[in-house]
Nanobody, 121 residues
């Protein structure tokens, strides 16, 4: 029901824009989040946006470089990633939660399949 896309290989300092498209149901009343998981590591919170799109939260490691946004009419959420670093390399997942928003992955009910982001040095 959530499909993430937009990942790829980029050089350090480059940019990517991830998209998460929803189908099968409307997520307009859900908070949406992005998480990432690097090989051998736990899934970490990246960013979240509330249902209205007017409140956001970011992990300290991406604050000032990443921007989360949503288009409720299109049932989609985006993650603009600028100034990418090799440590941003991971599989990125979008998720939906019936909360204002949360940094806790356990609060998210619906998950996309993930998209690989690789940042070379």
């Amino acid at each position: 029901q959530l499909q993430a896309s937009g990942g790829g290989l980029v050089h350090s300092g480059g940019s990517l824009r991830l998209s998460c498209a929803a189908s099968g149901r409307t997520f307009g009343n859900y908070a949406m989040g992005w998480f990432r998981q690097a090989p051998g590591k736990e899934r970490d919170f990246v960013a979240a946006v509330n249902w209205a799109g007017d409140s956001t939260d970011y992990a300290d490691s991406v604050k000032g470089r990443f921007t989360i946004s949503r288009d409720r009419a299109k049932n989609a959420v985006y993650l603009q990633m600028n100034s990418l670093k090799p440590e941003d390399t991971a599989v990125y997942y979008c998720a939906a939660a019936r909360l204002p928003y949360s940094r806790n992955s356990y609060d998210y009910t619906y998950w996309g399949q993930g998209t690989q982001v690789t940042v070379s040095s």
